[in-house]
């Protein structure tokens, strides 16, 4: 057995909305890993569960890690780790690090909890393995147990949140929740360190969940994507012999103007959805997967009438942050 801590709320719900079936033209399921949990939920926590574990196992008692300024791994992380008694340090990335930090979203969350935020610069960025692995030596050095988590918590133990999340759709469609028990066409997720990529196509193959799984990137490009997702799979199979094949596709073509930077026709897509449907895309990640999926339809990828998958992996404190791009369409 591989260690786990219970965090999040499982099973998450399984949606469908009549007015979100009409606007795409497929049978559009969402899974709603945005409600693992109050402000420490989205897709995050399936890893933490993993992640964290090995962490007490090793008896650490500061976890390190690192994302963008608003990111919801690194919040995630902050308020997991507060609540098995560990401290946290934050690598956030900053256009210019000299800047105070924003008390918004994320950050604000962060700060709550009380982790230590150390501002780096997008140079440094490049660098975050070896920056988190010194800061890591000298936290020992003065006596700490620290434990490092790669960006997104995306390495081979943690992308087996996924393969669990996937086992808990397969019993959901055998309990009778996808509407007909049979398997999906596509399970369709964003995409922005690979860690889900590969724990959904994993799981997706194991469980019978789904023959193809649709990675749409959020930024960098589907080789980038491919290379990273690759040897993620290659390290969980490391950990669990037991897993197979993992047909995945990785589609870029909703990346949008840079990360963290929706498209005007995107922003005005998220508000659109929310209108019909209530619920809440962010534009740096679901918001973008969304629109990946309607352009994967419109382009036949995806062919109408499918029975789709579509993970909702979270995002809202960044939304909740980001008001003012959508100052002209709200
Ligand atoms: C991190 C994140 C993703 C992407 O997951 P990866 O495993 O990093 O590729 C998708 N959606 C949200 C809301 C996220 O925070």
Known sequence: MIPRIHLAHLPTPLLRLRALDERFGVELWIKRDDVTGGAEAGNKLRKLEFLLARAIAERADVVLTCGG??????????????????????????????????????????RLVGAEIRRISVDEWRERDLLMQNAAVALEQRGARPFV??????????????????????????????????????????????????????????????????????????????KRIDRIIEEARGIDRTLGAAPYVVDDAAKGPAYAVASEEQKAFI??????????????????????????IKRGTVPLGSRVLFLHTGGLPGLLADGEAFRTLI
């Not at 902050?78 to 008390?103: I, N, T």
């Not at 087996?160 to 397969?170: D, F, I, K, P, S």
């Not at 194991?206 to 193809?212: E, I, L, S």
Request: aromatic share 6%; proline share 5%.
């Open 271 to 296: 508000v659109d959805v929310a209108r019909s449907s209530g619920l809440l895309f962010d534009p740096v990640y679901t918001g973008k997967a969304l629109f990946g999926l309607a352009l994967a």
């Open 149 to 226: 988590i790669p960006e997104g918590g995306s390495n081979g133990l943690g992308s087996l949140g996924y393969v669990e999340a996937m086992r808990e759709v397969r019993e959901q469609i055998d309990l009778g929740l996808a509407g007909t028990p049979k398997p999906f066409d596509f399970v369709v997720h964003a995409c922005g360190s690979g860690g889900t990529a590969a724990g959904v196509a994993l799981g997706a193959s194991k469980h019978q969940v789904a023959p193809k799984t649709i990675a749409m990137a959020v930024c960098d490009d589907v080789a980038y994507f491919q």
């Open 69 to 110: 300024i608003q990111s919801n791994h690194a919040r995630a992380t902050a308020l997991a780790a507060a609540r098995v008694g560990m401290r946290s340090v934050l690598f956030l990335r900053m256009q210019d690090p000299r800047e105070p930090l924003p008390l918004t979203g994320n950050v604000m969350l962060d």
